[in-house]
């Protein structure tokens, strides 16, 4: 198993050189880099040719990209104006692909395989001009992607857009046949239903699909991005479910942690060892 993590965990300081090789020295061998510019500014090219190097220089691959959710240099991601492929309006869906294509675009000097994207934001309902929308930010997203050798992947989320059955049917019918599925295990545990069959229900409208996955745990009640085996989920069953993906052998698992804040705030080196010491449960169970 492929040790990765997400800059998630640091959203709100600059990713650094520093902050890179503490990464590598925890034991994770890649990336995923999430794109807010005050975190990594992925329209600067200079900030990207150095990250490049640190990354090189401390034996770190880059596996992918998470989308920007916001227009401004906002240093969370909740916070900001939302940045989303199903604005209704041309001309704010127009300057949504614009910044969006500005992060695939890192792939000129920075290669990664794939790049995570939400269909809307966090309580997107479901519309269907909101869907034409999405259509049309893709189509056109899927072909500048293509030719950088980048896959777009949708993540199921806990809005109506982002459910895995309206996913599945939105790839089903606008025969985008390229898109694939980065499959939340955390957000797959917030769904409706029964809370023994959440993630089994989540995950088959996906997995045919599935490229990558973000490991993260909670309670059942809300998004906590805990660390595995820190909340409610029956890590034996969800590994033995992961597994059935067709690309199991190497499916990306990507811990994607949250920052704690006030009293319950984590030092890097207590967030680093959190999510290594969870990963090693994982992997025990994965093989």
């Known amino acids: 198993m492929e040790r990765l993590l997400s800059t998630y965990s640091f959203i709100s300081r600059k990713l650094t050189r520093e902050l890179l090789g503490q990464i590598a020295a925890a034991g994770f061998q890649g990336l995923e880099i999430f794109c807010s510019r005050s975190h990594f500014d992925y329209n600067t090219k200079a900030e ?35 940045l989303s492929i199903c604005e209704v309006e041309r001309v704010r869906r127009i300057e949504a692909m614009d910044e969006l294509k500005r992060a695939i675009d890192v792939a000129e000097e920075l290669p990664f395989s794939r790049m995570i994207f939400h269909m ?10 909101k869907r034409d929308a999405a259509f049309s930010s893709l189509e056109h997203l899927m072909l500048h992607a293509r030719h950088l050798g980048v896959a777009i992947c949708l993540e199921n989320t806990t809005s109506e857009m982002g459910a895995p059955s ?48 973000h490991i993260h745990d909670n309670h059942g009640e809300k998004d906590e991005h805990l660390p595995p085996y820190d909340g409610t989920i029956d890590w034996a069953a969800a590994v033995k479910l992961l597994k059935t993906a067709p690309p199991s052998e190497n499916l990306p698992l990507t811990v994607e942690l949250k920052e704690r804040a006030g009293t319950e705030a984590l030092n890097t080196q207590e967030q680093l060892a959190a999510a290594r010491k969870s990963l090693d449960r994982l992997e025990e169970q994965w093989e």
């Open 120 to 129: 809307g934001g966090p309580r997107e309902t479901s519309d269907p001009r």
């Open 48 to 82: 990207i040719q150095e990250i490049g190097r640190a990354l090189d220089d401390h034996g770190l691959k880059l596996a992918s990209l998470h989308a920007p959710t916001s227009r401004d240099l906002s240093a969370t991601r909740e916070g900001g104006q939302p």
């Open 166 to 213: 309206y996913l599945r049917s939105f790839v089903d019918e606008t025969r985008l046949s390229e898109l694939r599925f980065n499959f939340d295990i955390g957000h797959a545990h917030l769904a409706d239903g029964a809370e023994e069959n959440r993630i089994a229900d989540s995950f088959a409208p996906l997995k045919d699909l599935v490229a990558s996955v």
